[in-house]
């Protein structure tokens, strides 16, 4: 079974550019997360999905990065414009979500490399 | 707010011997711990968890890891380190929900280096 898939892998770009990254997560799991890691950090939520709907996105920087699920299965990450201290690894999860469960385990991808010059 | 600090930037040990990483964590009620490991260029994943019960949690790859509530501690442990456990290895803490899916605080990693 393939797991969570994100592309590109790494991504070089001036700033001001825009940049997208793709999500697909496991099949039949409902639950996407979008990551950010910066360099000799923990990862830090940006958003969560739910199917289609955004439940969690208040760690987003709405001004320039924006996010969709449309069809409740991959997901688009923007940002636009990048700037320098965009730098980081963007990581996507995605869970279960079973709501007869406590608890649903996080699978991750192995996240996109992006540099801003 | 829940955090967790993991002391120790980077763990230098050799092939074969025992290791220990440190997890500190901050959280108002009864905390779930979690490690990952994240070899380089992978996503993390998930060596093990605890919610409830035993304080002594079993992993894979052999790690072990022990809640210590007086101490507000979750270290990991391995008996004999591999030249494959070179890795960051991260603790995160976070609440759980019923039929949910938590949202975990992260430490900023061990950096794991092995000799030969």
């Known amino acids: 079974e393939a797991g969570v898939v994100q592309s590109p892998r790494y991504k070089i770009i001036e700033k001001k550019q825009p940049v997208a990254f793709w999500c697909n997560p496991i099949?039949?799991?409902?639950?996407l997360y979008w990551y950010r890691q910066n360099l000799g950090q923990g990862p830090e939520l940006l958003i969560r999905y739910e199917n289609e709907e955004a439940v969690d996105d208040s760690q987003l920087p709405k001004d320039r990065f924006s996010a969709e699920r449309l069809k409740g299965v991959d997901s688009t990450l923007k940002i636009q414009p990048a700037e320098l201290g965009d730098s980081a690894v963007y990581l996507c999860?995605?869970?279960?979500?079973?709501?007869?469960?406590?608890?649903?385990?996080?699978?991750f991808g192995p996240g996109t490399r992006l540099t801003v010059l | 707010a829940q955090s967790v600090t993991q002391p120790d930037i980077h763990i230098t040990v050799s092939e074969g011997a025992s290791l220990e990483l440190r997890c500190n964590y901050s959280y108002g009620a009864t905390p779930y711990l979690f490690w990952y490991v994240q070899s380089p260029g992978q996503g993390l994943q998930l060596l093990l968890k605890y919610f409830s019960g035993d304080t002594l949690v079993q992993g894979i790859k052999g790690f072990e890891a022990e809640f210590k509530r007086s101490q507000s501690s979750f270290n990991l442990r391995k008996p004999s380190v591999h030249w494959s456990d070179a890795a960051e290895y991260f603790c995160?803490?976070?609440?759980?929900?019923?039929?949910?899916?938590?949202?975990?605080?992260f430490g900023r990693g061990t950096s794991l280096i092995v000799h030969p």
């Open positions: 995160a803490v976070g609440p759980g929900y019923p039929g949910g899916s938590y949202i975990p605080t």
């Open positions: 999860a995605s869970s279960l979500g079973r709501r007869d469960r406590g608890y649903n385990e996080q699978f």
């Open positions: 099949s039949g799991h409902n639950t």
